[in-house]
């Protein structure tokens, strides 16, 4: 791939230098790694599971309980705001290259929390 093909790449997703690859990877794998840990709760499962407990709180206990598949919500939220803050930061960081590099950090806060709600509902339901 021609230098210029990864310059273009990296303009139009708003990836600035090190630090905006860096982010980039970070949220990506933290997108990744949610995907990975709710299949490998649902695998050994498979078959089994009726329904799951998706949300708890202090006040009420389980509030939401749902089908098995909609545990899927937590990595699809992450899949749409990475593409879409991809597309945001490229917009964003025509204007200032720093815009970018945040719109990023927010993606790697936002998946992390994603991440976090998906293993504890694999505590509530394991």
């Known amino acids: 791939m021609p230098q ?9 997703f708003g990836i ?11 949220s990506g794998a933290l997108l990744a790694l949610d995907l990975v840990l709710v299949l ?12 799951l407990r998706l949300h708890y709180t202090a006040d009420l206990g389980v509030d939401w309980v ?8 937590f990595p699809g939220l992450g899949v749409m705001v990475f593409f879409s803050n991809a597309f945001f930061s ?3 960081a025509r ?3 720093m815009y ?3 719109v990023w950090t927010a993606t790697v806060v936002v998946e992390a929390m994603l991440a976090a709600a998906s293993i504890l509902v694999i505590r509530i339901n394991g």
């Open 4 to 12: 210029t093909d990864k310059k273009s790449l990296s303009i139009a």
């Open 16 to 26: 600035n230098g090190r630090s905006g690859l860096v982010l980039v990877l970070v």
């Open 40 to 51: 490998a709760f649902l695998i050994p499962r498979f078959g089994r599971l009726d329904f």
């Open 66 to 73: 749902a089908e098995w598949w909609k545990i899927f919500i």
């Open 90 to 92: 490229g917009i964003l």
């Open 95 to 97: 204007r200032h290259r």
């Open 100 to 102: 970018g590099n945040l």
